[in-house]
Structures are given as structure tokens and as C-alpha cells.
């Protein structure tokens, strides 16, 4: 079992940056693959990023390529997303997920979620 908690949303202005964590529990937390997902209002919860349990794979979503990067601190139990150039379409409640090994940008594949963190970015 694994249970996470996000942190470090928040209200931002365009352009500016936001790093979130996340707080994973458990003693198996580097062999998980992370991941992270947004769902906006009205919208289908999408992939943003995700990093394997080696930490050396990562993926992204093609809007947020080149502005967001993911890490992972296995001693801290923590992955975390920096958020730089934001854009108000970034606004969203962000969640990250869990899932043995290697990561996907397939959210049904992921067995554990936190509770999310608002990302609100004014215009």
C-alpha cells in the first residue's frame, strides 16, 4: 500500500513558477514509477509527466515539454514537478499516482493517488 500527498499548489501569475511534491509513504517507494496528471474543469484528467522507479526515464506531455520537469529524492520518499513559464491553460488540479516500476501516460494504469493540489495561473 502507498498512499501520497501532494503539496505546493498554489495561485500564480503567467510566466511565474510553482514546484509541487509529493510525499509518498512506505518503505518500497523507489520501486514505484510516478506520476503526475491534471484535470481542469469540465475536462478529462490528463497526463503531465512521469519518471520510472530507476529515475532515468522520463516522459512528458507535449504542452508542458520544456517547461515542467519531474524528479524524484528515493532517500526523501518524494517526486517532485517544477513548473516554470506557466500558462493560465495550466490551471488545474494536479494529482500524482504510483505504479510498479515503469511509468505510463495512461492514468487507468496507475494504482495509487493522492488527493490533488490546485494550480491556478492568472492571466
Known amino acids: 500500500q502507498v498512499q501520497l500527498v501532494e503539496s505546493g499548489g498554489g495561485l500564480v501569475q503567467a510566466g511565474g513558477s510553482l514546484r509541487l511534491s509529493c510525499a509518498a509513504s512506505?518503505?518500497?517507494?523507489?520501486?514505484?514509477?510516478m506520476g503526475w496528471f491534471r484535470q481542469a474543469p469540465g475536462k478529462e484528467r490528463e497526463f503531465v509527466a512521469f519518471?520510472?522507479?530507476?529515475?532515468?526515464?522520463?516522459a512528458y506531455a507535449d504542452s508542458v515539454k520544456g517547461r515542467f520537469t519531474i524528479s524524484r529524492d528515493n532517500a526523501k520518499n518524494t517526486v517532485y514537478l517544477q513548473m516554470n513559464s506557466l500558462k493560465p491553460e495550466d490551471t488545474a488540479v494536479y494529482y500524482c499516482?504510483?505504479?510498479?516500476?515503469?511509468?505510463?501516460?495512461?492514468?487507468?494504469?496507475?494504482?495509487?493517488w493522492g488527493q490533488g493540489t490546485q494550480v491556478t495561473v492568472s492571466s
Open positions: 499516482a504510483a505504479r510498479r516500476y515503469f511509468g505510463s501516460a495512461n492514468y487507468g494504469e496507475y494504482n495509487y
Open positions: 512506505g518503505r518500497t517507494f523507489s520501486t514505484y514509477a
Open positions: 519518471i520510472s522507479w530507476i529515475g532515468g526515464s522520463t
